[in-house]
């Protein structure tokens, strides 16, 4: 008895050799059949995955939504597209280009008087304080 179970796996070391050599492997008559079972089985777990992800997708953008609107918040691509449409938008006085953001330092000059007097103001009261406080 002993014998037969080592001629079995002399059998099989000797395959194995076989193969690792770059012998000949044994093909299997259904291996095509299977090779393409485990495709299928493959292609039908990804689309299941997708599926599951879009569906989770589809969750999170309904949560999103809600509280959007709870808030009153706007989607990214609607605020920009808002933006987008307000600088397309031709300005009154403007004959060639559309109006951009005016930069600081232009225009409001009047605002800017303002703002001077107020600083010029604050520096006297606090001179005086130190002054006479």
Same mark, same amino acid.
């Given at each position: 008895?002993? %014998? &037969?179970?080592?001629?079995?796996?002399?059998?099989?070391?000797?395959? $194995?050799? +076989?193969?690792?050599?770059? +012998? &000949?492997?044994?093909?299997d008559?259904d291996?095509?059949?299977?090779?393409e079972?485990?495709?299928?089985a493959? /292609?039908?777990?990804?689309?299941?995955?997708?599926?599951k992800?879009? /569906?989770?997708?589809?969750?999170? &953008?309904? !949560?999103?939504?809600? =509280?959007? $609107?709870?808030?009153?918040?706007?989607?990214? &691509?609607?605020?920009?597209?808002e933006?987008?449409?307000?600088?397309?938008?031709?300005?009154?006085?403007?004959?060639?280009?559309?109006?951009?953001? =005016?930069?600081?330092? %232009?225009?409001?000059? @009047? @605002?800017?008087? @303002?703002?001077? =007097?107020?600083?010029?103001?604050?520096? !006297?009261? !606090?001179?005086?304080?130190?002054?006479?406080?």
């Amino acid at each position: 008895m002993p %014998c &037969e179970n080592n001629s079995k796996a002399t059998t099989w070391a000797t395959k $194995d050799m +076989g193969k690792m050599l770059g +012998g &000949e492997e044994e093909k299997d008559p259904d291996a095509q059949k299977k090779e393409e079972e485990r495709q299928e089985a493959l /292609r039908q777990q990804e689309e299941e995955r997708k599926a599951k992800h879009a /569906r989770m997708e589809a969750e999170r &953008e309904k !949560v999103r939504q809600q =509280i959007r $609107d709870k808030y009153g918040l706007k989607k990214k &691509e609607e605020k920009e597209a808002e933006e987008k449409a307000a600088l397309e938008q031709p300005c009154e006085g403007s004959l060639t280009r559309p109006k951009k953001a =005016i930069p600081a330092g %232009c225009g409001d000059e @009047e @605002e800017e008087e @303002e703002e001077s =007097i107020l600083d010029t103001f604050l520096l !006297v009261v !606090v001179f005086l304080f130190f002054l006479f406080g």
